[in-house]
């Protein structure tokens, strides 16, 4: 059983556009939400997370989407760049149980901004 | 990068052989995991630990045992090595800002 499910598998974006990703979980014990970029031959790193008492988070160009009541999240990227390029993650875990047990991931997006 | 190393980064080895897969951290982290990636499946929980000798099964453990004797090494073992066993492992820490968990650079493991 898959409890976070991710769309879309793969992306092109223009440069200037704004992907946006999406994440579905069934879990709702769930209560932190990040997201992770990853470049080739790296490792995941930490971009942005929410927890569901908001509905939207801004960290410079990147945005969560947060709607509790459809269990869903996403990511948008404005005015995306060629060096955004990269595979994004969306993930969950249990944040009022110190989320030890670690995190559940999607199964990634492929971006790609083309100049 | 949260003092993260992993090693070996790169390894091939032959189909029924022993594997250790290490993970050394340098800030005294409590919580310690591994995940493996492979194509389609993103990133799966292994197994992680929560304090030396504590450690418990995550979602793909069969396969796999670990260890933890002391709190900056965790060691992942593949006992008999298989081709499904083929992947990249990272291994991650939870650091002290709520649930924020941060990963190493990765181990590519071959099994031939």
């Known amino acids: 059983q898959q409890q976070v499910k991710q769309s879309p598998q793969s992306l092109i974006v223009q440069k200037g556009g704004i992907p946006i990703i999406n994440c579905a979980y069934e879990?709702?014990?769930?209560?932190?939400f990040p997201w992770y970029q990853q470049f080739p031959g790296k490792g995941p790193a930490l971009l942005i997370a929410i927890r569901p008492d908001v509905s939207e988070k801004k960290e410079g160009r990147f945005t969560i989407s947060f709607n509790k009541s459809a269990k869903q999240f996403s990511l948008h990227i404005m005015d995306s760049q060629p060096g955004d390029s990269a595979t994004y993650f969306c993930?969950?875990?249990?944040?009022?149980?110190?989320?030890?047990?670690?995190?559940?991931f999607g199964k990634g997006t492929h971006l790609i901004i083309q100049p | 990068d949260a003092g993260i190393t992993q090693s070996p980064r790169h390894k091939v080895t032959e189909t029924g052989t022993p594997v250790t897969l290490r993970c050394h951290q340098t800030e005294n982290h409590r919580y310690m995991y591994w995940y493996r990636q492979d194509p389609g499946h993103g990133l799966r929980l292994i197994h992680y630990?929560?304090?030396?000798?504590?450690?418990d099964k995550g979602e793909v453990s069969d396969g796999y045992s670990v260890s933890r004797s002391k709190t900056e090494d965790f060691l992942l073992t593949l006992e008999s090595a298989t081709s499904s066993q083929t992947s990249v492992y990272f291994c991650?820490?939870?650091?002290?800002?709520?649930?924020?968990?941060?990963f190493g650079e990765g181990s590519w493991l071959t099994v031939v």
């Open positions: 879990n709702t014990a769930f209560d932190y």
């Open positions: 993930a969950a875990s249990w944040y009022s149980g110190g989320g030890a047990d670690g995190l559940t």
């Open positions: 630990s929560y304090g030396v000798k504590d450690t």
């Open positions: 991650a820490i939870q650091g002290y800002s709520g649930n924020t968990i941060y």
